[in-house]
């Protein structure tokens, strides 16, 4: 069973997310909060599988709580997916460095909302959609925020770098073993070593770190 807590600030918008998600098998809506702050609280008391987020809220935005709550060492195991109408470059990139695991438009079918909630909830990233690597590539590409290679880069091995960066090309763990000629356990094992000495919570954070570090760069 899927536990899910939402937060929009549109009773609405909320009614319809519970009223999918109670009526499909497997799924079950433990809290709603209308802002960022009731959203973390809510986080803390239920520890949800899955946090659906809104971006714009009053008070503590969709970000800010994202951010919270990833930073939060006892909500390790809470995911968020990012949930908005608004379509914007720096929406995208920020939720993701605030600790997301995806990133979807409220225009989304319904089924493909369900979907990511399984992938989110499973411990993967959401980020099959080229268009969300290409904004992550472009929105970090820019100068005003190109930052100095991380420096804990230099703790990963040749081969854990070039995980990364087939990670950060949306490759599987399934197509990296089969771009590297290993056992789909080793890549694995590999991924995981990676998030662990750079500490990032799942694949979306590995991704804006492989671009950020300019370990990838974007294609012009």
């Given amino acids: 069973m899927i536990r899910v807590v939402l937060a929009d600030d549109q009773a609405l918008v909320r009614a319809g997310f519970r009223l999918l998600l109670e009526t499909e098998d497997g799924?079950?809506?433990?809290?709603?909060?209308?802002?960022?702050?009731?959203?973390?609280?809510?986080?803390?008391e239920h520890r949800p599988d899955v946090v659906v987020m809104d971006v714009r809220m009053p008070g503590v935005d969709g970000l800010?709580?994202?951010?919270?709550?990833?930073?939060?060492?006892?909500?390790?195991?809470?995911?968020?997916?990012?949930?908005?109408?608004f379509d914007v470059d720096e929406y995208v990139f920020e939720a993701l460095r605030a600790g997301a695991s995806g990133?979807?438009?409220?225009?989304?079918?319904p089924v493909d909302l369900l979907r990511a909630l399984r992938v989110v909830a499973a411990g993967d990233a959401l980020l099959a959609p080229s268009v969300t690597r290409r904004l992550i590539a472009e929105?970090?590409?820019?100068?005003?925020?190109?930052?100095p290679d991380h420096a804990t880069l230099r703790e990963l091995t040749t081969r854990e770098r070039e995980v990364?960066?087939?990670?950060?090309?949306?490759?599987?763990?399934?197509?990296?073993?089969?771009?590297?000629?290993?056992?789909p356990a080793t890549a694995r094992t590999?991924?995981?070593?990676?998030?662990?000495?750079?500490?990032?919570?799942?694949?979306?954070?590995?991704?804006?770190?492989?671009y950020e570090s300019k370990l990838v760069v974007p294609r012009s």
């Fill in 27 to 44: 799924f079950t809506v433990v809290g709603e909060a209308g802002d960022g702050e009731r959203a973390v609280e809510l986080a803390r």
């Fill in 64 to 85: 800010e709580a994202t951010g919270r709550i990833a930073g939060d060492p006892g909500l390790a195991g809470v995911r968020v997916l990012v949930l908005t109408t």
């Fill in 103 to 109: 990133f979807l438009l409220k225009d989304t079918e």
């Fill in 139 to 147: 929105y970090a590409a820019r100068p005003e925020h190109r930052r």
């Fill in 164 to 183: 990364l960066a087939l990670v950060a090309g949306g490759l599987s763990n399934d197509e990296i073993a089969a771009h590297l000629v290993i056992s």
């Fill in 190 to 210: 590999h991924v995981s070593r990676t998030m662990v000495k750079v500490g990032a919570r799942d694949r979306a954070q590995l991704v804006v770190l492989a």
